[in-house]
């Protein structure tokens, strides 16, 4: 599974961040890791300078492999919090995901 980390023009996309959101979304898609060509992380500051109490958006896109991409969004004050909240809701989507295609 590679992981593509990527931020918009407003947040500082440093070495620590990269190895912070990679290794939080790791932790949670691990279990995956095999079925999961790719798992982009994209994180945009939503208001600037203005700031706001939810201002950081974390999008997460997974490709299966042989399927099409899935894509889930996480808000929050603060970078961490926010690829937390996406990762944990790509967790639930990859387990409903590959659960339905056992199914089938």
Do not use: W, Y
């Amino acid at each position: 599974m590679l992981i593509q980390f990527n931020t918009d023009n407003r947040i500082t996309g440093d070495e620590d961040l990269a190895a912070q959101a990679e290794e939080i979304v790791t932790s949670r898609l691990n279990r995956f890791a095999s079925r999961l060509s790719r798992v982009e992380i994209h994180l945009a500051d939503v208001n600037g300078p203005r700031g706001g109490s939810d201002d950081i958006v974390c999008t997460l896109e997974a490709r299966p492999e042989g399927g099409k991409p899935v894509t889930v969004k996480g808000n929050a004050g603060q970078t961490e919090i926010a690829v937390r909240d996406a990762s944990d809701k790509m967790q639930a989507l990859l387990e409903s995901h590959f659960g339905k295609l056992r199914t089938h």
